[in-house]
Structure formats: structure tokens, C-alpha cells
């Protein structure tokens, strides 16, 4: 039995929720809360083992709440519930270890079919909103492209190649292995052998302390 924490302050969603998902075999809804706050101790008292999140709600957002579940409750899995994708959004709720999102208009069953994804650890990205975590991407791999190039040219002797790039821009982001493979397409695989070169590359391999080095040099 799946244990599931419904959080939005629109109270016909939450109920709406409830209705869709309890009336599914092997799922079970333990709670329902309005805000951030009132999610994250619901969570610690009941564990849930998944948390539908609302973004934008009134006392704590969604984000903060998400944050604060995964840090004290890290086996909670944590679904953003979104009717848009909004860049400072996405990259915030990925960043601070969000689980996936789901759209408020994605029909009953793919809603069903997307927590038990969750359940067998899949990262849940909607194709509208993996195409903006892309798009966003891009932009940020470009804006620190030419500063990872300039500390190379100048002093450090550091050279990445361009998917090493990226990859450091989600590493320097906070991301996961999981997340970094999902964001970009690749098995995790795939994310842990180019993490390997870039640990390699930079003399450690220590992931804080190759996240602190990386900081170092797109600061510079």
C-alpha cells in the first residue's frame, strides 16, 4: 500500500485528488493540507511515502516544504504539483532534491501511473516541462561556458569538454546523479563516468569537495 500526503490550497484540487486517487487499489491518502507548513508536519507524523506538493502556496511554499521533507525525511518521495513550468521553478524544486513533477490538468490515470514510476524511482519530468529544464540549460551552460574556458586559458589548466559542462552546471546546481541523467537524457551510468573524468580532472573524488572547486571557478 502506497501512503499518500495530498498538499494544495485550492481545496476542491486536494479533494478532487483524494477522490481520484483512493478509489485506486494499493493506494491510501493520509492526509490533506493547505500549506507548506501544515505539510511538512503532517509528514513527519504520519511518513508518507509520497508528498504531492503544491508550488505556490500562502505561509510556506511548496519548494521550502519539499526542501525541508527531503531533508528530514529523505526516503520521502516528493511530486510537485504545477499548472505551469516557470524556469526559477523548475531549476529551485530540482535543485532542492524534488522527485519529479505532475501537471494539475494530466488525466487520472497517467497521475496513477506517474506515482507508482515514482515508487520504483524514476524521475517524473511532463515532456512541457523537460523541454524547459533544456531550454534553461542551455542558457545556463552558455553563461558559464566562457568562464570555465577563461580560468582554463588563464591559470588552472582545468579543460572541459562541452557535456562536462553541462554536467557541471547541474552538479554546481545541487542535483543528483538521477536527476542530472534525467534533465539530460543520459543513463545514470553514463552521469557517473562523466563524473568520474570531471573528479578525475579536478584532483578529487569528493563530490562537496568537487562541487566547492567548481564554484571556486565559475566565480573567478
Do not use: W
Not at 166 to 174: A, N
Amino acid at each position: 500500500m502506497i501512503s499518500i500526503l495530498i498538499t494544495d490550497d485550492q481545496r476542491l484540487l486536494r479533494e478532487g485528488l483524494q477522490t481520484i486517487l483512493q478509489a485506486e487499489e494499493g493506494l491510501n491518502i493520509v492526509g490533506l493540507c493547505e500549506n507548506g507548513l501544515e505539510a511538512l508536519q503532517t509528514a513527519k507524523a504520519c511518513r508518507p511515502d509520497v508528498v504531492l506538493m503544491d508550488i505556490k502556496m500562502p505561509i510556506m511554499d511548496g519548494i521550502e516544504a519539499m526542501k525541508q521533507i527531503k531533508r528530514e525525511l529523505p526516503g520521502t518521495i516528493v511530486l510537485m504539483l504545477t499548472t505551469f513550468a516557470e524556469d526559477r521553478f523548475i531549476v529551485d524544486a530540482m535543485a532542492g532534491g524534488a522527485d519529479g513533477f505532475l501537471l494539475k490538468d494530466m488525466p487520472s490515470k497517467l497521475i496513477v501511473q506517474t506515482i507508482h514510476e515514482a515508487m520504483n524511482g524514476d524521475v517524473i519530468l511532463p515532456a512541457q516541462i523537460a523541454s524547459r529544464i533544456a531550454a534553461k540549460l542551455s542558457v545556463l551552460s552558455n553563461e558559464r561556458a566562457d568562464t570555465l574556458d577563461e580560468v582554463k586559458l588563464k591559470k588552472s589548466g582545468y579543460s572541459f569538454t562541452e557535456r562536462e559542462r553541462k554536467i557541471i552546471v547541474l552538479l554546481v546546481e545541487g542535483y543528483s546523479n538521477r536527476q542530472i541523467s534525467s534533465t539530460l537524457f543520459m543513463s545514470e551510468g553514463t552521469v557517473r563516468n562523466y563524473i568520474s573524468v570531471i573528479y578525475n580532472k579536478l584532483g578529487t573524488s569528493d563530490r562537496q569537495a568537487a562541487i566547492l572547486i567548481l564554484k571556486g571557478l565559475l566565480l573567478e
